[in-house]
């Protein structure tokens, strides 16, 4: 009963210098009920109010960063695998990947322009070297026939996003552009990472436009043999 007592009279010191339960139970190894009882008549400080409000805090932020690096450690296990998958990519998987990009990406001839050239645009500077890299490969373009035009924002920094498409293409930027409309407050594209974007001119294109709609088709239709 002596040693209860002492337990009990340490409980009640430790709550009232703004412990936790948990806490307590730590330090004294007795159940949880007859804890409550012990400290369900114990009033705690305003000091002590706001010593566990931030201890609940700090244990709130702790289990979001555990969850984040669990979360962060997945999703790089899963990018790792799925990268490992791909493995070589033959000049027929280029072929198809380009053609498919600029379906998705490109400039197309409409009835009231059927002599439009490939003009291709995107801010993403993996599927622009991708690209870019697929118009000399695939159509045996020269670095002459490509031109690269800029179009950013005018509170950014057109030098440095010059700078950094040189770099990455190895190539001049001909043009820069700035864009006209109201940028948004709540953009995320506006910090140090932003570099505009970037299009991709072909001189005298209209038919290797043509060519690939013809691409194009040629997925859609060997596609639909596949009976899925």
């Given at each position: 009963m002596i040693e209860k007592k002492i337990e009990k009279e340490r409980a009640i010191e430790l709550r009232r210098?703004?412990?936790s339960y948990n806490e307590i139970l730590r330090q004294i190894p007795v159940a949880k009920s007859t804890l409550s009882v012990w400290l369900q008549n114990i009033?705690?400080?305003?000091?002590?109010?706001?010593?566990?409000?931030?201890?609940?805090?700090?244990?709130?932020?702790?289990?979001?960063?555990?969850?984040?690096?669990?979360?962060?450690?997945?999703?790089?296990?899963?990018?790792?695998?799925?990268?490992?998958?791909?493995?070589?990519?033959?000049?027929?998987?280029?072929?198809?990947?380009?053609?498919?990009?600029?379906?998705?990406?490109?400039?197309?001839?409409?009835?009231?322009?059927v002599s439009q050239k490939v003009s291709f645009n995107n801010s993403d500077p993996d599927i622009i070297l991708i690209f870019s890299g697929w118009l000399k490969k695939?159509?045996?373009?020269?670095?002459?026939?490509?031109?690269?035009?800029?179009?950013?924002?005018?509170?950014?920094?057109?030098?440095?996003?010059?700078?950094?498409?040189?770099?990455?293409?190895?190539?001049?930027?001909?043009?820069?552009?700035?864009?006209?409309?109201?940028?948004?407050?709540?953009?995320?594209?506006?910090?140090?990472n932003y570099h505009g974007l970037l299009r991709i001119d072909v001189r005298k294109s209209t038919d290797l436009n043509r060519k690939i709609r013809g691409w194009t088709v040629g997925i859609v239709e060997n596609y639909k043999k596949l009976h899925i």
């Open positions: 210098q703004g412990f009033g705690l400080a305003k000091k002590q109010k706001q010593i566990l409000t931030e201890k609940r805090r700090l244990a709130q932020v702790k289990a979001q960063e555990a969850c984040r690096s669990k979360r962060v450690a997945k999703e790089r296990e899963i990018i790792k695998t799925a990268k490992d998958q791909i493995k070589n990519i033959s000049e027929r998987d280029l072929w198809i990947l380009g053609s498919a990009l600029y379906w998705a990406e490109g400039t197309k001839q409409k009835k009231t322009n695939i159509c045996h373009l020269s670095q002459e026939n490509i031109a690269y035009s800029i179009y950013i924002h005018r509170t950014a920094d057109k030098e440095k996003s010059r700078k950094y498409w040189e770099e990455l293409l190895g190539t001049k930027i001909e043009k820069i552009y700035f864009k006209n409309h109201k940028l948004k407050t709540n953009r995320k594209n506006i910090d140090e």
